[in-house]
């Protein structure tokens, strides 16, 4: 079976990062915070948002209330983000390419459905991806594995078949613990923040599937991970 391919959705399948962080900081804002939240996220973009948010508080804060917070942050993220939705450049036709050679595609996010429908099917991507995977699926989201073999699971491929997108350092090291290799899109951090990446990509306007399997063949098994994922 030719590798299958599997996408993290903010920051790879859209470019949105900076407005999840300008909503993080307006909570943080409202909140009494004094979080830094483009530094925040640079260090844990890829988690949950409750499992984010559970880091800047110096006491325990209950899960019920964190689930408050982060629907919070949701509906400020959407508003900021409501008119500049756009597939990441060059997406589509990659995918299209992609599935026309026979590659199995999937996507594996921490969002939650209600995330999944306000980018997908509003841009009109879901019918590109044969699995999607979100934080309502798995009980641990990224930097462990969960996202990840759950949906080379649903995509019937072994996990050291799969090739993961990512714009996150957690997400590429939950790549790495199932067992998977991946490739650093840049939208959010420098290739120079990624351990071990394929390729590192801005967008997907250059990439061609027989680069990625070019570069694939060049490292034929997943890298070691850096270190145990958080609790």
Known sequence: MKPALIFDMDGVVVDNTAYQARAFQLLFRDLGLTTNARQLLKRLNGMPATDILQTVFRHPVPA???????????????????TKRREMPGLS????????????????TGSGGPAL?????????????????????????K???????????????????????????????????????????TSTLPASAFQAPLLAIRDFTALTVPQLLAAGAAQPTAPRPRRQPAS
């Open 64 to 82: 019920k209330q964190l689930k408050e917070y982060a629907a919070q942050r949701e509906l400020l993220y959407r508003t900021l983000y409501w």
């Open 117 to 141: 429908r306000y980018i997908l099917d509003h841009l009109g991507l879901r019918r590109y991806f044969d699995a999607v995977v979100g934080e309502d699926d798995v009980s641990q989201g």
């Open 143 to 185: 930097p462990h594995p969960d996202t990840f073999t759950a949906v080379a699971r649903k995509l019937g491929v072994a996990p050291a078949d799969c090739l993961v997108f990512e714009d996150a350092v957690l997400g590429e090291q939950a790549a790495y613990r199932a067992g998977m290799r991946c490739v650093a899109v």
């Open 93 to 108: 036709a990659f995918l299209q390419a992609a599935r026309a050679a026979g590659h199995p595609v999937g996507l594996g």
